[in-house]
T-cell receptor, first 113, second 113 residues
Framework: AQSVTQPDIHITVSEGASLELRCNYS??????LFWYVQSPGQGLQLLLK??????LVQGIKGFEAEFKRSQSSFNLRKPSVHWSDAAEYFC???????????FGKGTRLHILP | KAGVTQTPRYLIKTRGQQVTLSCSPI?????VSWYQQTPGQGLQFLFE???????NKGNFPGRFSGRQFSNSRSEMNVSTLELGDSALYLC????????????FGSGTRLTVV
């Protein structure tokens, strides 16, 4: 069964600094990978997804993620964070398009002014 | 177009009671998944319904059940409520499965007292 780990529970960065959130997955084949964001008091929103093709995926709000099979990772990056990026970020994995999607425990991002 | 609608937004129930939560997916979406979100366990997959059939199931006891109607609307039911069932219950809608990416509802906050 697939699983996903987000090693960092909290991350704090200064506004304007770059960001990288880590995600490691466990699955034998090429998984379906996702990043979702949950802002305070709001539902989860899909940032980006990967299942094949170019390993660097562009998403909404200026985010990107890179699939690295050799490291079983799918890290989320943003070159310059804004105060509005403060939220909880979830990495998720599935085995196929119609399989259940398993979420990591999340990383809460704090932004310093 | 309308998003994913979950009702009610808030519920307070007593231990031993049962509860029914409702989810109306985005028009044209045939897959509805349910998740339980708690601070300690994060997002845990309950089950997925596709074309009125349960296609995937998580590791929750039989007290948790669901169904999907011909118009894709879904309900989940929790019987014999326990204090530990207090959580945010999220409904996720997708075209044909989670691998396509979810659109989440705002959730139903259930408090068991």
């Amino acid at each position: 069964a697939q699983s996903v780990t987000q090693p960092d529970i909290h991350i704090t960065v200064s506004e304007g600094a770059s960001l990288e959130l880590r995600c490691n997955y466990s699955y034998g084949a090429t998984p379906y990978l996702f990043w979702y964001v949950q802002s305070p008091g709001q539902g989860l929103q899909l940032l980006l997804k990967y299942f094949s093709g170019d390993t660097l995926v562009q998403g909404i709000k200026g985010f990107e993620a890179e699939f690295k099979r050799s490291q079983s990772s799918f890290n989320l990056r943003k070159p310059s964070v804004h105060w509005s990026d403060a939220a909880e970020y979830f990495c998720a994995v599935g085995a196929s398009r119609d399989d259940k999607i398993i979420f990591g425990k999340g990383t809460r991002l704090h932004i310093l002014p | 177009k309308a998003g994913v609608t979950q009702t009610p937004r808030y519920l307070i129930k007593t231990r031993g009671q049962q509860v029914t939560l409702s989810c109306s997916p985005i028009s044209g979406h045939r897959s509805v998944s349910w998740y339980q979100q708690t601070p300690g366990q994060g997002l845990q997959f309950l089950f997925e319904y596709f074309s009125e059939t349960q296609r995937n199931k998580g590791n929750f006891p039989g007290r948790f059940s669901g169904r999907q109607f011909s118009n894709s609307r879904s309900e989940m039911n929790v019987s014999t409520l326990e204090l530990g069932d207090s959580a945010l219950y999220l409904c996720a809608s997708s075209v044909d499965g989670g691998g396509y990416g979810y659109t989440f509802g705002s959730g139903t906050r259930l408090t068991v007292v």
